[in-house]
């Protein structure tokens, strides 16, 4: 009696459908995992921010009297290492990280912050207030790249809310939902917290027509720290 077997043709077809299946299914498995490591590491930069910040209090006092620098403003006579002071005083004793590398871009002061889960926070000072740009793969930060200027000269964040999230620090400076607090996600200039708001016209909103997608991080925020389903960008 002779046995049954698959012909090649037969053979040939079933890995082709295998093929087809797994090019359709992989980068989908792929998404979804880059997506929880996103959302459970800006949970993490989230507290243990503001766990610095709290335990920075009980020794250089209320937040809301911290100074930062005036690097790069007009007539400003602040240099890079007064800036610098502000996280040698504030932030860093009270967090882990491995390495620091200064640099300035579009006029300001920053200062990466290598965290020691491979991670990397940028902070970018302006008077009383700083910009905070968090990257949860450090392997996408480039500190040429992670500003740019389109065709007509104007300032863009291309890879915000992509490659890297924004947070800012302005206990007492900035609008009614930062007000008082610590590190939050980026909500300057928000008439009100929901998400049409957040992904509308404006030029910080997170949608692909902005410049800034500076309000990405309050959107993921807003959705209980989870990228919502209809997020207009593949995270990475």
């Known amino acids: 009696m002779k046995s ?4 090649l043709a037969e053979v040939l077809i079933t890995l082709g459908i295998i093929g087809i299946v797994a090019a359709m299914t992989i980068p989908t498995l792929i998404q979804k995992y880059n997506n929880k490591e ?7 930069i989230y507290t243990t921010m503001n766990q610095a910040i709290m335990l920075s209090e009980t020794i250089n006092g209320s937040k809301e009297e911290w100074d930062t620098c005036n690097f790069g403003e007009e007539n400003d006579e602040s240099s890079s290492s007064e800036c610098r002071l502000h996280f040698d005083k504030y932030i860093l ?3 882990k990280y491995t390495k620091l590398e200064e640099f300035e871009a579009a006029g300001r ?5 290598y965290l020691t889960d491979g991670s990397v926070l940028v902070g970018k000072t302006h008077p009383k207030v700083v910009d ?3 990257f949860p793969n450090g392997k996408n930060f480039n500190k040429e790249t992670f500003i740019t200027k389109n065709e007509n000269g104007e300032f863009q ?12 620090f302005a206990p007492n400076t900035d609008g009614k939902f930062t007000l008082r607090k610590g590190f939050e996600p980026y909500k300057h200039g928000i008439s009100e917290l929901t998400k049409e708001v957040l992904t509308g016209n404006h030029r910080y909103a997170c949608n692909k027509n902005s410049a800034y997608n500076m309000w990405c991080t309050a959107l993921i925020q807003l959705n209980g720290w989870k990228i919502p389903e209809d997020y207009p960008f593949k995270v990475k």
């Open 4 to 7: 049954k077997a698959f012909t």
């Open 38 to 44: 996103v959302e459970a590491k800006l949970k993490k």
């Open 93 to 95: 004793p009270y967090i």
């Open 109 to 113: 002061y920053n200062i990466a912050i």
């Open 132 to 134: 905070y740009f968090f």
């Open 157 to 168: 964040r291309q890879e915000c809310g992509i490659s890297f999230f924004a947070f800012r």
